[in-house]
């Protein structure tokens, strides 16, 4: 293990009808003046925009609300959001939706109280500084919630950039199951491969003598394998979705992540992709993460062949190591594909004839110089041929 | 899975040499005037204490000093300690040592800004408010330098009785694995010990539909067992050294544990023997967890069943699933007792003779009203029977 500092402070309320009290969290977490920053209009139509401005009235909180974050949030609405903040005071945001929408509220947390262009720490420099920020979460994925990441598409040539800081951590996080309730299966399928991607990206790692963390991820991978399922196809089996957004969470604060290096391959591989097509992010994954994985496998059998068995059940093949390891992958394509998931480019919708484009943009775009991957440190060449394996 | 809040707010800062920075974090978390708790001579003999001093004082940081927090620390040194932060104005407690140490200071922190006696927060008080407080953690074991957690023992009648509180989370708490190279290989086995307990109080639940953290708790189960041993042969081993230091804090922060009901009747049974014997508490609780289990087996076989095949590597017998789950209790003591734990009263220094006294003590002692436990409901006369399970 290496060193590290691991800080978590978001203070979590989970569980059925909390978000009735989200204007007293606010007010404990200091708001008087709330941006309330949501998506389309489900959250208008379940109710839950309702829930929460009666709450925030009720405990004399005035807002100003900003909606139509898309999923793969861009610059152009936080740019909105910012600005809106300046000119009515905000001192507090308060995201209502998915990873989206708070990975767009961070952004104008960040940006709010910024002089330069909030874009800047999508290219590098780092978040020192946000307006305090709560969220109610919609859908169990990429774990926004509980972390201090956030990622936003630049509409001007669609680049997707993410950034991360101590300072974008949620002050709180108001997670109950029953609003993911409403989730077409679809949705929550690619919630559920954000969230197994979550953990992949962690366990491909090059420190040794990692057996808590190992064995922390494995138990998560675990988890989504029983209980994705039966989300899927059942989508008002509370319990499941409860198992999973507990999950969500713990897959990506980085409490299994720690003292140990990560590989992130998956997502920026990912990231083209959801950035060029506009596809879900979740969907992308399921068909990038076999090919890198396969494409990667020799760089650590023994490490793919114990994922295999220790998560997917299969049995040890001791004289032959890598066909356990292959063994593990396809468990995991067929899996995905079990729950609705696409397997290649043609389901995705993205074209071969975009390979060129998607590798460079990869490769070079923002603050890349040629390479990507902490697991194995890919070339343009490799990248093409990942891309090429997803076909 | 039942609605419940989380909340771990402590900067963790983990690895090697990493105290010597502790001044800086004293700094940033508020102290100006901070009171150094710990415990007998061998901070002082490792060079711990003066490297302490030094950063303090490189921080320009002011210092008073109390040491000789005992193992079950009591409620004489606590009051002292609250004497001099009230004298000296103290503004931050710094706990240099293992639970001891650092449960004492909670008291302290408590204690020193509370008109009343501190012992009221352990008979059922709410702990509100406290000094802020930081720890360099030298035992993994207790996991409180990553909970809310504290106990302590009246001198009057040698009870020990237990708080919790929001307000008692350290700020920030350092991991430095290397310190703990330095314990006799009884007390490495004796915090390995309780991490295993804290796990076990945890997974033994009547809540139903906790996969994501059953699995949790295994893993950290799992990683004892592969880590613990390893850590016992080879005092130096810094690698098992820190995968057991994660673990600890993660099996007691209640990551793991949100929910689900808890069970706690070993730390309860426990409490009474180390409190009138004053033997190590791991030790208490490796001859009581296997009494506890195999008196309780019979209320959720299945559950026993299960961490005997998922954790200790049973097979499970389908015919008898008790068989099983008796088989996974085995296995805990033989772990247990290859770590050199003692496995019954004569091994503890613990006499047949006091089992009455033992048995009043834990129903009617404190806030207890004649039962324990959160698994099985227990009256006088199981935890008469399960102290006669130990002899």
Known sequence: MENFTFYSPTYFIFGKDEEKQVGHYVKRFGGSKVLVHFGGGSAERSGLLNTVRCSLR?????????????????????????????????????????????????????????????WDYYEGKVVEKALPL????????????????????????????????????????????ALTQTLPSYQTACGITDIIAHLYERYLTNTQDVEVTDRLIEALLLTMIKEGPKAVADANDYQSRANIMWAGMMAHNNS???????????????????????CAHGAGLAVVMPAVFTYNLNHDVMRFAKVAVRVWGCQMDFEHPEATARAGIVALREFLKSIGM???????????????????????????????????TLHEADVKAIYKLML
Chains 1, 2 share one sequence.
Request: proline fraction near 3%.
């Open 256 to 278: 299994c992540g720690v003292g140990r290096s990560q590989d992130w391959t998956s997502h920026n591989i990912e990231h083209e992709l959801s950035a060029l097509y506009d």
């Open 342 to 376: 696409p397997s290649n480019f043609a389901e995705l919708g993205a074209k071969a004839e975009d390979i060129d484009e998607l590798t460079h943009k990869c490769c070079y775009g923002g603050v890349n110089s040629g390479t990507t991957g902490g697991f194995v």
């Open 134 to 177: 709560g969220t109610v979460l919609t859908i169990s994925a990429a774990g926004s919630e509980g972390s201090g990441d956030s990622v936003i598409t630049k509409e001007q040539g669609m680049f997707k950039r993410a950034t991360t800081g101590e300072a974008l951590r949620p002050k709180f996080s108001i997670l109950d199951p």
């Open 58 to 118: 009720e405990q004399g909180i005035a807002f100003v609300e900003l909606g139509g974050v898309k999923p793969n949030p861009r610059d152009g609405l936080v740019y909105q959001g910012i600005e809106l903040c300046r000119k009515t005071g905000v001192d507090f945001i308060l995201a209502v939706g998915g990873g989206s929408v708070i990975d767009s509220a961070k952004a104008i947390a960040a940006g709010a109280v910024y002089d330069g262009d909030f």
